[in-house]
């Protein structure tokens, strides 16, 4: 059974840092594409980042770009989201994904999600 | 960035009745579009990849159609379970955009 498994969201102040991360098991963790995908309260999905098997491509939104970073370690299993000067726009719930087919990393849909950890950004 | 608009933003349909979500694109994504259920408090789950194939394990009342800009998810025979939200993603581009997604509820 493949799982999901985000950990590290809470409450941070605005300006602030945080770290996620996405432990998987079940799949072969370096064969697939991660991305995370959040949802603010009571809105919408939105993409947010993605990175390739390999971990040497990755993409971001341009609501983010410049302030979170993924990256991921194959060895762990794990996918990481960096996120850094934290607004309150940022304010969420956060789900890693994982890519439908090996190796792919844009044409590609999420199959397996983890459950959400989230993410509040508030003074 | 690829906009994708999904109508109506709610549906309301009696248990039985068929149900017909429709999705727009703002540039053509070719059949890279994949729909999403999510109940609420649950993470989404993949109904339909490719527009038109259905995902391990769901139900054949759940179809996907349509290519280049329009898209449609039908539901043909609505179970109490399948009352949650849908999404439409585009993955044509890296910008993996989602639709604002339409709530299906009990009429």
């Known amino acids: 059974e493949v799982q999901l498994l985000e950990s590290g969201g809470g409450l941070v102040q605005p300006g602030g840092s945080l770290r996620l991360s996405c432990v998987t098991s079940?799949?072969?963790?370096?064969?697939?594409?991660m991305s995370w995908v959040r949802q603010a309260p009571g809105k919408g999905l939105e993409w947010v980042s993605g990175?390739?098997?390999?971990?040497?491509?990755?993409y971001y939104a341009d609501s983010v770009r410049g302030r979170f970073s993924i990256f991921r370690d194959n060895s762990q299993n794990t996918v990481y989201l960096q996120m850094n000067s934290l607004r309150a726009e940022d304010t969420a719930v956060y789900y890693c994904?994982?890519?439908?087919?090996?190796?792919?990393?844009?044409?590609?849909?999420?199959?397996?999600w983890g459950q959400g950890t989230l993410i509040t950004v508030s003074s | 960035e690829v906009v994708m608009t999904q109508s109506p933003a709610t549906l309301s349909v009696s248990p039985g009745e068929r149900a017909t979500l429709s999705c727009r694109a703002s540039?053509?994504?070719?059949?890279?579009l994949a729909w999403y259920q999510q109940i609420p408090g649950q993470a989404p789950r993949l109904l339909i990849f490719?527009?038109?194939t259905r995902a391990t394990g769901i139900p054949a009342r759940f179809s996907g159609s349509g290519s280049g800009t329009e898209f449609t998810l039908t539901i043909s025979s609505l179970q109490s379970e399948d009352f949650a939200v849908y999404y439409c993603?585009?993955?044509?581009?890296?910008?993996?955009?989602f639709g604002q997604g339409t709530k299906v509820e009990i009429k």
């Open positions: 079940g799949i072969t963790f370096s064969t697939y594409a």
């Open positions: 490719g527009a038109s």
């Open positions: 540039q053509s994504v070719n059949s890279h």
């Open positions: 993603q585009q993955y044509n581009d890296w910008r993996k955009t």
């Open positions: 994904a994982k890519a439908r087919d090996a190796v792919v990393v844009v044409n590609t849909a999420f199959d397996c």
């Open positions: 990175i390739s098997s390999s971990g040497d491509t990755t």
